[in-house]
């Protein structure tokens, strides 16, 4: 089956640094990927999607590349903010799917020190 | 749009009673999803239903875990016979539709079995 594995957490870091969350996965389909994130109290939402393989996605100064020969899908952030903190999930469904059923990472919870 | 509503946001049942969770998705949106959340296992898939009609349950339990769609507007999840590892956050989400399109959660249900 499909499974996605992600940078074990917590990870801590000071505003202002940068953020890398490792993220690969396996599949075989081709899938679509995505970065969610959730806050205290509320379900995961939407960071962003990449549909296509060697395509970059990016949201509120987040990135990651789908990087399709080395099945990864690392995301960055150069310089985090407080309000950055949360837990972030990597998931994938198979793109030409008629189903939607996303398959997470265990999540890293990033914890960011003013 | 009020996003997906689950109720209640907080339930506390005695081991051995009934549980049940529901959920109004989003207007319009033809998928409904239910995931459980754990510390230890992250966000794991239960079912998924479309057009009302059930889909894939190959994450339920077995036994003691249900759920049914009744309607296009509601979903509801039930567990019977609660044990102490039934205690978890569950998650309702909807989408359009399949292949990749963003799917939105709920702020989940926090079920705790004493």
């Known amino acids: 089956g499909d499974s996605v594995t992600q940078t074990e957490g917590p990870v801590t870091l000071s505003e202002g640094t940068s953020l890398t969350v490792n993220c690969s996965y396996e599949t075989k389909q081709y899938p679509t990927l995505f970065w969610y994130v959730q806050y205290p109290g509320e379900g995961p939402q939407l960071l962003f999607k990449?549909?296509?393989?060697?395509e970059k996605g990016s949201n509120r100064g987040f990135e990651a590349t789908y990087n399709k020969e080395a099945t990864s899908f690392h995301l960055q952030k150069a310089s985090v903010q407080e309000s950055d903190s949360a837990v972030y999930y990597c998931a994938l469904v198979p793109t030409n799917s008629a189903g939607n059923k996303l398959t997470f990472g265990i999540g890293t919870r990033v914890l960011v020190r003013p | 749009n009020a996003g997906v509503i689950q109720t209640p946001r907080h339930k506390v049942t005695g081991k051995g009673q009934e549980a049940t969770l529901w959920c109004e998705p989003i207007?319009?949106?033809?998928?409904v999803f239910w995931y459980r959340q754990t510390i230890v296992q992250g966000l794991e898939f239960l079912t998924y239903?479309?057009?009302?009609?059930?889909?894939?349950d190959s994450g339920m339990p077995k036994e003691r875990f249900s759920a049914q769609m009744p309607n296009q507007s509601h979903s509801t999840l039930k567990i019977q016979s609660t044990q102490p590892q039934d205690s978890a956050v569950y998650l309702c989400a909807s989408s359009l539709g399949g292949g990749g399109t963003e799917v939105f959660f709920g702020k989940g249900t926090r079920l705790t079995v004493v």
């Open positions: 239903f479309r057009n009302q009609a059930p889909i894939d």
């Open positions: 990449v549909p296509k393989a060697n």
């Open positions: 207007s319009g949106h033809s998928a």
